[in-house]
């Protein structure tokens, strides 16, 4: 063994990527490659508990070990999120139970998504309207007259950070193993999730109807990680299901509710109103919606929330069946409009007392984070900037390409690229044909990197995570093309993508003749403002009927260069006169990218 002893690794119970990579004096782009092979997405900055560490340091060539930790220290996990922190702090008299926060965790294609759908078709009272045709993250079910909250969100961005930030939201983990596959890398990694977070673990057998499903392998192999079925003496339940058949639900909804009646799950719902952001979205009619889950306290129509980055005054709220709702209290899942930006998932809201403060929180709050914000986002642009100021001298790429006849030249090209000079090294993480898919942007957002297409497309997943992490995704056609944006960025010449803000949203009232063959719109701006220099879209039933200038903006019988939210204009287009009531105007600038 001695000759093995200046290779070990002593690791703590949990350290982050940078230090982990520190300590094999290894890069950390191989400690996250690493980690995305075993499924784990992490950051430079995130941390990653001893079992994941291990396995990175063994795949590195060493051997881990981990710290002694002296018998006073105290156990710290994971960091025990800010809504379980404000609820502790509650008096007891004030808190009541409430319904337990559900989340599905396991290895792919396990059945988080099928058993997510079963149960909800086979809990939520049907026929209601219309039944759930919204999904919006998140939804309840009634089980013996008691509700429980599902975060319905595998595979997604919510998911993702949830489970980086330690199952966040969540008091208790479905843990779902697929009969017939056993313990799989992402079941361990979610399991060490989970118990990081002091979240309690309920293993769901799924797939028991597969004549392959060898269940009592599979708590073996539970048991090894720590994970003995009550079967067997152990303290965790394992319920054995089918998603397909939809067998085994009750017991496993009769599982949650023992085990959320073990966990004194309870909040104050008079109490500081917070909670976690699920999921974030820019509706092209509404704005900013966000999907949140309660966690503490009441919140109404009318508050001001400060989720993340964003704010605003709550216009509407909905629950999960998508019915206007004006309050809402713990452990609900709710969708909100009002935000002036869309919040990332992960993030925890709380009500503040007006815009102004949120704003000054922010300002506050901006210092800080300046100094802490290491993990930088990607787009070519900013990453010059970057590479100018010396801050960064490596680009990172990953390359999507058709097939494998382009894929190969591309790379090949950039890798010349990289020797040809030598201020820039230019690193592909990862190389592959097929679209531009989610994992990929996961990639980019845990690397700091860019993600580049060549004659492929992106998934629909892929792009709302890129909007939400503010990831480039570069698309081209054109071999040389892509080189020479790469190349440029490099050499700090590559001209600012032009991107499109929304600045305003008017309702047409009433339409009138101004001249024989022309008319005019009477609005009301109902969002924001139009501005007479700016563009404007005239839509209807979801259709644009016309792009592009505003003739004429008047108030009263006034030309006016902008027009704010509430007041009523008269708006005439130069192309377009077929304005009908009821139909939406946006205005929009068009400026130079600026994503950070
Ligand atoms: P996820 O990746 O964990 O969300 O897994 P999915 O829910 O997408 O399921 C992966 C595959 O397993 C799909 O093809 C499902 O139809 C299948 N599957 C899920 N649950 C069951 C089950 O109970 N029985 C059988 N036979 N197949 C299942």
Known sequence: MSDNDNKKIILPYSISVRELAEKMDASPIDVIKVLMANGVMASINQTVDFDTAAVVVSELGFEPELLEIKEEEPEEVGEVPLWRRVIEDEE?????????????????????????????????????????????????????????????TPGHAAFTSMRARGAQGADIVILVVAADDGVMPQTRE???????????????????????????????QLSEIDLVSDEWDGDTIVVEVSATK??????????????ADNQNIKANPKGEVLGTVVEGELDKFRGAM???????GTLKVGDTILA?????????????????????????????MGLNDVPRAGDIFKVVESEKQARAILSDAEGEQEAQETVQRATLEDLFERLQAGEEQELRLIVKADVQGSLEPIVNSLKELGEKQSEVSISILHQETGNITESDVMLATASDAIVIGFAVDADNAAERLAEVEGISLRKYTIIYRLIEDIEKAIMGMLEPEMVEQTIGRAKVLATFKVSRFKMAAGCRVIEGELRRNARIRVIRNDKVLYDGNIGSLKREKDDVR??????????ALRQFHEFREGDLLECYTVEEEKIL
Do not use: W
């Open 92 to 152: 007891e008299e004030n808190l009541v139970p409430r319904p337990p926060v559900v989340t599905m965790l396991g290895h792919v294609d396990h059945g988080k998504t099928s058993l997510l759908d079963a149960i909800r078709h086979a809990n939520v009272a049907g026929g209601e309207e219309g039944g759930i045709t919204q999904h919006i993250g998140a939804y309840q079910v009634e089980h013996n007259n008691r509700k429980i909250t599902f975060l319905d």
């Open 246 to 259: 939809m067998d085994g639900l009750d017991d496993l909804m009769e599982a949650i509710l023992l085990v």
């Open 190 to 220: 979610a399991a060490n999730h989970a118990k990081a977070a002091r979240v309690p673990i309920i293993v769901a057998l799924n797939k028991m109807d597969l004549p392959s499903a060898n269940p009592e392998l599979a708590k073996q």
């Open 308 to 336: 993340g980055q964003s704010y605003g005054r709550i216009k509407a709220m909905f629950d999960y069946r998508g019915n206007r709702i004006k309050k809402a209290g713990p452990s609900s899942p709710i969708v909100v």
């Open 562 to 571: 902008e027009v704010r939210e509430g007041f009523e204009c008269g708006v």
């Open 290 to 296: 966000a999907t949140l889950l309660l966690q503490n």
